[in-house]
C-alpha cells in the first residue's frame, strides 16, 4: 500500500521514505531534537521524535507547494473558521504520506509499536463539534484535490474542555493540549499583524483634499502565526493551516515601561496573551462576551492582513485581489471580516467606497450552520462601540447603503427593511452578524437540502427574496481517509479487496460494493470485522467506566453534543420502556442491547448536563439488575472527541440520528457510523434525509414527524401532557422516571426534566414516542435476521460515497470559489 521508491543506502535523512531512512531519522531526532538516547527515552519522546520526523517530510512538500502556487499565482480559498478539529496528526499524516507500513517497520526497530506511539498524541480540540470537525474534513479534501488553500484560524492554548463524570454527573477539565508541546507546528515570529482595540477615529483631509477616518485605538495587540502542513492524501500538495496566537505588542510594552510602570507593562502583556486562551465552549454563541469579539476580530483581521500582505507580494494591484483570493466565512463567527476588509481598503489604502465595497462583496462568501434562533449571533451596539469604534461606522454606513436599496426596490415596505437592517432595532440595539454576512457574501450556503430550503423559508427568507441567485446548497461531506482508512483498518482492507482500491481518494468507487452486497460468502468476514471493532471498544469501555458489555449484543450508539433538540433523552426513554417490558415479560423475544453514549454538555447548559446524569442513573439500575442483565446494558463513554470517536464509529450497529425534524442543520457523525456499516434510526432531519434517499429507504429505520408536520403541530397548539394521557407505554415510562426509580426515590432529581417534557416539550418528543418505539421494534427484527442486516449494512457502506468531503469541496470549487488543482511535482 506503500508509495515507496527502493531501498538506497544514501537516502536523505530528511526526505527519504524507505525504512532505514525513517529509521535513521527517528533516531536522529530523539538525539538532536528532543535530546534524549534510547536507554531513557519515553514512550512521548518517541512519539515526538517520530513527528519531527513526518514533519520534515511534509515541510518538503510543503515548501515545494508554497513555491509552485506562488510561482503560478494559483487562486486560493481562504477558509476563515473560528474552530479546527483536526484529531490526532501522526496517523493522518502517515496515510498522506503512504508511509504507514514503513514506519510500523522502523519503529519496530527501535522496539516499540506504532500504535502506541499514535496513542501518545493529544489532540488539537480547538472547536466544538461538527462545524469545527467539518473544516478539518474540507481542508483535508482541499489539499487531497491539490487546490489552493488556506484554513485561518485561532491558536488556543485550551482547547475544549476535557469531560470528566463524577457520581454521573459532567465535571470540566481544562484541556491542556500544548503541555508537552506541539511537534507539528511553527512559529512564525516574523509573520504577525497588529490590531487596534478601543479608542476613537478621527477625520482629516489627504493629499487630494478628500475626508478620510484615521482610527486610534486605545491598545494594540499582535498576532502570530503558528503554521501546521496539511498533506492532501496521495498526492504531493501539502496546503497550510495558519492559527494565530495572540501577544502583546513590543511598542506598548516600552511605552509603559519607560514610564516606569514596569508592573503595569507586564500586566497588560498578560492580558493581551489571554485572548487566544481559551475555546468558547458552547455549541452556540454566547452574545455579549468582550473577549469572544476580539477573539474573532484577533484572527479575522490577521488573516485579512496576511492575504493582502501575499497578493501585494505578488506585484498586482489590489483591484485584482478578488481575482486571486476567495474567502469563505464558516458560519458568521468570522462576518466581521466585511467590514474589516472594507476598512482596510478605504482607511490603510485609500481606496473609495464604492470599489471598495465592489471588491469586498466579490471576495466573502457565507456556510450558515444552523438555524437555532439562540444561535444567531449578535453583539451589542454599546460594546462594538467601544471595542470597534470604526468598525460600527463602517456597518451603520453599509446599513444605510443597503437599506437605500431595499426601499428602492419594495418602496411601500417600511417593514421589510426593519427585518433586513443589520441593525436589530427592537429593543437595546444589536449588530445581527448573520445580516452582515448575508449583504457582504456573493453566496450564501446551507449544508443540507432541507437546511438550505429552511433557511431560505425562515431565518434569511427576506435575503433570499431580495437576492434568490445567491442561494446554494452545499450538503456537508466527512473525509474517507480520517472516518475510513484510520479508524477503520480491517473494513478499508475488505472493501479494497471487493470493490477495488481507490475508494479512499474517490469515495463514489464505493458503489463497486454493491453487486457484492448479495454474496453470503462475504458476510462471515464482514461480521467478524465489526465484531472485532466491537470487542476493541468493549475492552475500551470496560478500561474507562469499569462496565463489561457483550460485544455480540446489538451496539446501539449516539455520540454527538449533549443538546435537547438531539433528543438523547428520547433514547433513554426507550430503554426505560424496553426495560420495564422486560421487566414483565421476562421471556420478551428481543435481542440484548448494548446502548453506549457519548458527548459534551455546554458546562452552561444545565438541562444538558442532567441529560448526561440521566443517561448515569438509568444505566445504574438497569446494569445492575439480574433480571435483564444479560440483555441490556448502558454505558456513558466520557470525553467523547475525535480519538474516541474513531473508536466508536466502527463499533456501531444502530447509529442514532434522532433530532426533532427541522433542528439539526446537518449532521455529519449520521455519515460517518453509515461509512462504518451502521443502519441508520433517524428522522427527517438534516442530511438523513438525503442519506436514506442514497441508501434506499428500505436499508434506513426512519420515524417521527416531519419539519412540515412539525410546524403545522406547533402552529395548531402542541399539548404534549395529551401524548402522555392518551399512551399507557408513555405514561408508564415519565413515571417510572418521575417517581424515582432512577434515582434512589428521589422524585426532585430529574423533575425538571420532566416538568418541561409534560408541559412545554419544546422537541416534541412525547409526539415523536410512539414512531419510536415502534421503529426500535422493527431494528430488533431486522437484526436477528443476520443475514439481511449483514447486506443492508454492505448497501449502506455502498451508496455512502456521495458524502465524502471530496464531493462537498468540489462543488464548492466549482459552484462558488472557481477553483483549479494544481499539480505539485516532487
Ligand atoms: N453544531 C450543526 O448543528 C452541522 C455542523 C456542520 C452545526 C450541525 O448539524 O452538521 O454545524 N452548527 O455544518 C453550528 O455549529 C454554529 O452552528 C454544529 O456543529
Known amino acids: 500500500m506503500d508509495e515507496t521508491g527502493p531501498l538506497t543506502e544514501h537516502e536523505p535523512t530528511r526526505t527519504g521514505l524507505s525504512v532505514d531512512a525513517l529509521h535513521r531519522a527517528l533516531l536522529d531526532n530523539l538525539f538532536y531534537v528532543v535530546g534524549r538516547f534510547p536507554a531513557v527515552a519515553t514512550r512521548q519522546d518517541y512519539y515526538r521524535a517520530l513527528a519531527f520526523t513526518v514533519r520534515d517530510r511534509l515541510l518538503h512538500r510543503w515548501l515545494r507547494t508554497v513555491q509552485t502556487y506562488k510561482e503560478e499565482r494559483s487562486r486560493t480559498v481562504c477558509y476563515l473558521s473560528a474552530e479546527y478539529l483536526p484529531g490526532p496528526q501522526l496517523g493522518h499524516n502517515l496515510l498522506a504520506l503512504g508511509i504507514f507500513d514503513n514506519t510500523r517497520e522502523a519503529v519496530r526497530r527501535v522496539g516499540l509499536e506504532l500504535d502506541d506511539l499514535i496513542e501518545e498524541e493529544a489532540e488539537p480540540g480547538l472547536g466544538n463539534g461538527g462545524l469545527g470537525r467539518l473544516a478539518a474534513c474540507y481542508l483535508d479534501s482541499l489539499a487531497t484535490l491539490q487546490r489552493p488553500a488556506i484554513g485561518y484560524g485561532l491558536r488556543y492554548e485550551f482547547g475544549i474542555f476535557r469531560q470528566r463524570i463524577d457520581n454521573g454527573w459532567q465535571v470540566e477539565v481544562s484541556d491542556s493540549w500544548l503541555r508537552d508541546g506541539n511537534p507539528w507546528e511553527l512559529r512564525r515570529p516574523h509573520i504577525a499583524f497588529e490590531i487596534g482595540l478601543g479608542g476613537h477615529t478621527e477625520r482629516y483631509l489627504d493629499h487630494h483634499g478628500h475626508t478620510r477616518v484615521r482610527w486610534v485605538p486605545g491598545e494594540t495587540i499582535r498576532g502570530v502565526a503558528h503554521d501546521t502542513a496539511i498533506p492532501g492524501y496521495g498526492v504531493f500538495n501539502s496546503n497550510l493551516l495558519r492559527l494565530w496566537a495572540a501577544e502583546a505588542t513590543e511598542s506598548f510594552d516600552f511605552g509603559s515601561f519607560n514610564a516606569g510602570d514596569y508592573q503595569g507593562a507586564v500586566r497588560r502583556k498578560i492580558r ?15 452574545t455579549g462576551k468582550r473577549l469572544r469579539l476580539i477573539q474573532g476580530y484577533l484572527f479575522v483581521s490577521c488573516s485579512l492582513q496576511d492575504m493582502l500582505r501575499i497578493h501585494l507580494a505578488g506585484g498586482e494591484g489590489l483591484d485584482r485581489f478578488p481575482q486571486r483570493f476567495v474567502v469563505q466565512l464558516n458560519d458568521t463567527h468570522p462576518a466581521i471580516a466585511v467590514a474589516e476588509l472594507m ?17 469586498t462583496r466579490r471576495t466573502f462568501a457565507y456556510t450558515n450552520h444552523t438555524l437555532l434562533p439562540e444561535a444567531l449571533e449578535k453583539w451589542s451596539l454599546t460594546l462594538f462601540e467601544e471595542t470597534l469604534p470604526r468598525h460600527l461606522e463602517i456597518i451603520l454606513e453599509i446599513n444605510q447603503y443597503f437599506l437605500d436599496e431595499v426601499r428602492m426596490r419594495f418602496p411601500h415596505d417600511e417593514a421589510l427593511t426593519t427585518r433586513l437592517s443589520l441593525i436589530d432595532e427592537t429593543g437595546p440595539r444589536y449588530v445581527r452578524m448573520a445580516h452582515l454576512a448575508c449583504v457582504g457574501s456573493f453566496s450564501i450556503n446551507g449544508v443540507a437540502r432541507l437546511h438550505t430550503a429552511l433557511l431560505a423559508d425562515t431565518v434569511l427568507r427576506d435575503f433570499h427574496t431580495l437576492w434568490p441567485e445567491r442561494f446554494n446548497n452545499k450538503t456537508n461531506g466527512i473525509s474517507p481517509r480520517r472516518f475510513g482508512n484510520l479508524s477503520n483498518p480491517d473494513l478499508c482492507a475488505l472493501l479494497s479487496r471487493v470493490a477495488g482500491p481507490g475508494w479512499a481518494a474517490d469515495a463514489e468507487r464505493l458503489r463497486l460494493l454493491e453487486p457484492h452486497a448479495h454474496r453470503r460468502e462475504i458476510y462471515p468476514e464482514w461480521r467478524r470485522i465489526k465484531l472485532e471493532r466491537k470487542r476493541a471498544l468493549a475492552r475500551y469501555v470496560a478500561d474507562q467506566t469499569g462496565i463489561v458489555v457483550d460485544p455480540e449484543s446489538m451496539f ?9 433538540y438531539k433528543r438523547q433523552h428520547l433514547n433513554v426513554l426507550h430503554i426505560i420502556a424496553l426495560y420495564s417490558r422486560i421487566k414483565m415479560d421476562p421471556t420478551l423475544d428481543a435481542a440484548p442491547r448494548t ?13 444538558a448536563k442532567l441529560i448526561i446524569k440521566l443517561i448515569h442513573s438509568v444505566g445504574e439500575v438497569v446494569n445492575r439488575d439480574p433480571a435483564v442483565r444479560d440483555r441490556l446494558r448502558v454505558v456513558f463513554v466520557p ?12 463499533a456501531a450497529d444502530l447509529s442514532e440520528q434522532i433530532s426533532l425534524a427541522g433542528m439539526e442543520a446537518s449532521g455529519t ?19 438523513n434525509v438525503e442519506i436514506r434517499e442514497e441508501v434506499g429507504a428500505e436499508n434506513f429505520f426512519l420515524f417521527g414527524l416531519t419539519s412540515a408536520e412539525v410546524q403545522a403541530r406547533k402552529r395548531s397548539g402542541y399539548c404534549p401532557y395529551d401524548c402522555y394521557r392518551e399512551n399507557p407505554v408513555l405514561r408508564e415510562a415519565i413515571d417510572l422516571l418521575a417517581d424515582g426509580l432512577f434515582s434512589h426515590g428521589d422524585r426532585a432529581l430529574f423533575r425538571p426534566l420532566v416538568d418541561h417534557l409534560l408541559q412545554q416539550d419544546d422537541y416534541m418528543l412525547l409526539a415523536d414516542f410512539q414512531s419510536y418505539i415502534d421503529c426500535q421494534d422493527r431494528v430488533d427484527r431486522a437484526f436477528r435476521d443476520a443475514d439481511s442486516w449483514t447486506r443492508m449494512s454492505m448497501l449502506n457502506v455502498a451508496r455512502i460515497g456521495r458524502f465524502s468531503s471530496d464531493r462537498v469541496v468540489q462543488e464548492y470549487c466549482r459552484e462558488i470559489w472557481r477553483l483549479e488543482p494544481v499539480t505539485i511535482r516532487p
Not at 446501539?556 to 435537547?564: A, F, L, M, S, Y
Not at 470525553?639 to 466502527?650: E, G, L, M, S, T
Request: proline share 5%; glycine share 10%; no cysteine.
Open 556 to 564: 446501539d450508539i449516539q455520540v454527538k453534543r449533549i443538546h435537547e
Open 639 to 650: 470525553d467523547f472527541n475525535v480519538k474516541v470517536a474513531q473508536r466508536i464509529y466502527p
Open 343 to 359: 476598512r482596510l481598503l478605504l482607511d490603510k489604502h485609500g481606496m473609495e467606497w464604492e470599489s471598495a465595497w465592489d471588491l
Open 272 to 286: 493581551s496573551e489571554t485572548i487566544s486562551r481559551v475555546l468558547y465552549p458552547n455549541d452556540e454563541p454566547e
Open 669 to 687: 457523525g449520521n455519515m460517518k457510523f453509515a461509512l462504518n456499516g451502521a443502519l441508520t434510526i433517524g428522522t427527517l432531519d438534516g442530511a
Open 595 to 607: 446502548f453506549v453514549f457519548g458527548g459534551k454538555a455546554a458546562p452552561g447548559y444545565k438541562m
